[in-house]
């Protein structure tokens, strides 16, 4: 036992875990900035546009805002940009569902495998490896707090355009 011993860490072996934390932070800061959408688009839409109940799934989240980009009249100027954040988020969704919704296989100071179990035809279930280099979980990370700041300044137009 090491009872009054400081307990010895293995650096080397944090990179992985702050690489998929770093992930999962910033994610939780793009479906917050939807999620804010989504309330505008609730609180001041009618219509077919809204259902009675406000989508959980992130695809149908991404879909309602879509459809709400291309027929809400008071979005017409943002559109376009709308549109291609949508785009940005449907890329970085598939990142963060490796990241967050595998197990993690093996993994060392420089790769993660992670084991992703799918569904097939007739409900069987079979699990794929992904391999992923520290570096690159690293650098999505980075570029996902990057979208979250340009989504931040969107949403702004977004509150705007509805008069907020």
Known sequence: MNAGKPVRRRRNLDSPYLAIGRLAANWAHIEYELDHCLLLIYSN???????????????????????????????????????????????????????????????????????????????????RLITVQVAQLEKRGKAMEDFAFELGFFVAQFECAFGK
């Open 45 to 127: 839409c009618h219509g077919e546009l809204v259902k009675k109940r406000c989508p959980i799934l992130f695809r149908h989240k991404l879909e309602l805002f879509k459809k709400a980009l291309n027929t809400e009249q008071r979005l017409s100027n943002l559109t376009k940009s709308g549109l291609e954040i949508a785009t940005k988020m449907s890329r970085l969704v598939q990142h963060r569902h490796n990241a967050l919704h595998s197990t993690i296989w093996k993994f060392n100071s420089s790769t993660i495998i992670f084991a992703k179990r799918e569904w097939g035809d007739g409900r069987v279930p079979s699990w």
